[in-house]
């Protein structure tokens, strides 16, 4: 082959490689490294892609650090972000807990800007709608970004043991948490099994509790925060759904075994077994490549709840702990249903 020819194929092959949306570098980068570094979200119609645990999240909005009956915690991560009903949800249970009792919410990690599997701790909050909920009271000043960083959340539990402090735990806990199941919105509620017994025995003798007592689910860890889940949101089809709840409180026997030795007995090691592979763009929905190179908005105002990103009455400092009314800015992507059917769960 002559010289020049080759030199063309050369260029044209060069060229084909360029024009791929992503690198062979950048498909064996590990995801979490990709969807970390990103600072903003991607400009696009809200949608997720995925699983909970493997997806990805467009048109991500971003919650206030403060309003006026919430905070955000942790602001280092950037994780305050979610698809634009989680972000209306949150800031609705913040307003509703409020005039239930509950002094305001600490929001802990939501999402990062475009979703995606993160740098540390969680392998859901993925999609933008997942949410943590702090079960410590927010106090009635606004808290300075060090205290954001470095303060500790207030466990429920007594000790080492796996049942709920008497001394910690109150009503209002109780209700916070019963609200926040109490959205159609919500599929499941995350908690440790202390939190789901105290429940169902302050709750569970009647019947009328059982549909948000349902969603209530144990997990490890949760016994100082709550773990927000809601279903897929309209309008992303390319969402994967978790599986029915099933029916029924769920206060007997599937509650029960998390008092045995089972759920707490240490795995063995195999020694044989190779660490985990890493997930890489390839291993998530082809839409997420397009997600993750899409372009950012030229400010966070313009993707802020109760700024440019939607209505909302996003406050830059905390009103007093006292029952604040539904704001006329009721947000645009979660209609406000009206009051709980039926009598209230507590």
């Known amino acids: 082959m002559k010289p020049g020819i080759r030199s063309k194929l050369a260029a044209i092959v060069l060229g084909l490689i360029a024009a791929l949306p992503w690198t062979w570098a950048v498909a064996q980068t590990p995801a979490k490294q990709l969807f970390g570094g990103k600072d903003l979200p991607v400009v696009a119609k809200p949608q997720v892609f995925g699983s909970y645990a493997r997806g990805c999240l467009a048109g991500g909005m971003a919650l206030p650090v403060n309003g006026p009956t919430w905070q955000a915690m942790r602001l280092e991560r950037n994780r305050r972000w979610g698809h634009p009903d989680m972000i209306a949800l949150v800031e609705r249970l913040s307003r509703e807990a409020v005039a239930d009792g509950w002094p305001g919410l600490l929001v802990g990690d939501i999402s990062q800007p475009r979703g995606g599997p993160m740098l540390s701790g969680h392998a859901s909050h993925q999609l933008g709608i997942d949410a943590d909920i702090w079960l410590t009271p927010m106090p009635a000043r606004t808290l300075t970004q060090a205290e954001r960083r470095d303060m500790s ?110 759920p707490w007995r240490p795995k063995k090691k195999d020694p044989n077994a190779k660490p985990p592979r890493q997930v890489t763009l390839a291993d998530l929905p082809k839409a997420c490549a397009v997600v993750l190179d899409g372009p950012a908005p030229a400010s966070i105002d313009e993707v802020t709840y109760g700024l440019g990103g939607a209505p909302g009455a996003a406050a830059p400092s905390i009103a007093a702990a006292a029952p604040v009314a539904a704001s006329a800015g009721q947000s645009a992507f979660l209609p406000e249903t009206g009051p709980l059917p039926g009598e209230r769960p507590w």
């Not at 995350?190 to 349902?214: Q, R």
């Not at 969603?215 to 889940?229: C, E, L, N, S």
Request: aromatic letters at 10%; charged letters at 20%.
């Open 153 to 262: 959340a207030i466990s429920m539990l007594k000790g080492d043991t796996l049942y709920v402090d008497p001394n910690r735990w109150t009503a209002a806990h109780g209700r916070l948490i019963a609200r926040a199941a109490s959205y159609p919105q919500v599929q499941r509620i995350f908690v440790h099994p202390g939190i789901k017994k105290k429940l169902c025995e302050t709750y569970g003798a009647n019947s009328a509790n059982d549909g948000w007592l349902n969603k209530v689910r144990p997990i490890y860890g949760h016994h100082y925060h709550f773990h927000i889940r809601m279903r897929c949101p309209a309008g992303s089809p390319g969402c994967k759904p978790q599986e029915s709840t099933g029916r029924g409180n769920q206060c007997g026997d599937e509650l029960a075994w998390w008092f045995t030795d089972e």
